[in-house]
């Protein structure tokens, strides 16, 4: 499928992440899994060292980067496309030295003044997502008059400020920030409406996987995050439907089959 979206797959290092915190936290663990992903089909593997699940505390950005610099450098040794899940651009900086070739910054270059710097250096695609604070406290931000005229506008001011500071926008991807200071119903009508995102003019990087809102369906009361990956693969093939050029999930397999399935409607269609 030469037009499918992106699939990045998750490598969380960490203790605490909301579906799979420790169980990569030892580089070896985090880069067989990786490969795993790859075998399944990811484009790219995203590797974090510190939670933005609601409510993580911060991690420190040496600790972070004893974490995820050792898996970028095997993963890239092997070849493979690796980007750096961070806030930190000290962080970011140490994952491109290692082999990242991606940055993915859920604050949008906002929590680390230093990271547009770091970035323009590099000279390397930068994930910039909507955001409005850290985990302690985005719930309380979750006020909106339009959410989806919000982000769009939001995501502007970054863009140009980001552009501003040196960083190419041919650069650029926008992630709406799905379950960032947003409740459920924000999350639904931001997925509904990426056409307004679109006028932006970038592509749009989108992750969904396991979270919360999907977990409020009523068929899934009570399950556990890994019960998310079906509805996750469902959202996964409308986005790709709707033109988005990248997806980031934790079960690239069953993504990919949905990606199939969307491929095959096409061709009937065609």
């Known amino acids: 499928m030469a037009d ?3 699939l990045v797959g998750i ?9 799979d915190g420790g169980l990569f936290r030892e580089p070896d663990a985090a ?11 990811a484009d790219w593997i995203d590797v ?3 939670s933005t699940r609601p409510g993580a505390d911060r991690v420190p950005p040496d600790e972070e980067q004893r974490r995820v610099v050792p898996v970028v450098a095997a993963l890239a040794e092997r070849g493979i496309r690796v980007s750096i899940d961070t806030m930190s651009a ?3 900086q140490a994952a491109v030295h290692a082999g990242a070739g991606m940055v993915n910054d859920v604050s949008g270059g906002l929590a680390d003044p230093g990271m547009a710097s770091v970035v323009a250096e590099a000279d390397v695609p930068f994930v910039l997502m909507h955001w409005r604070g850290h985990s302690a406290d985005m719930a309380s931000r979750a006020v ?8 769009r506008d939001e995501l502007a001011d970054r863009v140009a400020s980001l552009t501003a500071e040196g960083v190419r926008r041919e650069r650029l991807l926008l992630d709406p920030g799905v379950g960032f200071a947003k409740d459920g119903g924000h999350n639904w009508r931001v997925l509904a409406n990426l056409r307004v995102l679109r006028e932006l003019g970038l592509p749009l990087y989108v ?5 919360r809102f999907l977990g409020a369906l009523p068929s899934l009361a009570g399950s556990d995050a890994e019960a998310r990956d079906l509805p996750t693969a469902v959202v996964s093939a409308l986005l790709a439907l709707d033109g988005v ?11 990919v089959t949905a990606l199939e399935v969307v491929e095959a409607w096409r061709e009937a269609s065609a």
Do not use: W
Request: no cysteine; proline share 4%.
């Open 90 to 92: 000290a962080t970011a």
């Open 48 to 50: 974090g060292g510190e």
């Open 4 to 6: 499918r979206p992106l």
């Open 144 to 151: 909106y008059g339009d959410v989806v005229a919000e982000v």
């Open 11 to 19: 490598i969380n290092v960490t203790p605490d992440s909301f579906s």
């Open 207 to 211: 992750g969904v996987s396991r979270k």
């Open 31 to 41: 880069v067989a899994h990786a490969l795993r992903l790859v075998e399944q089909g």
């Open 245 to 255: 050029a990248a997806l980031r999930v934790h079960d690239v397999a069953a993504t």
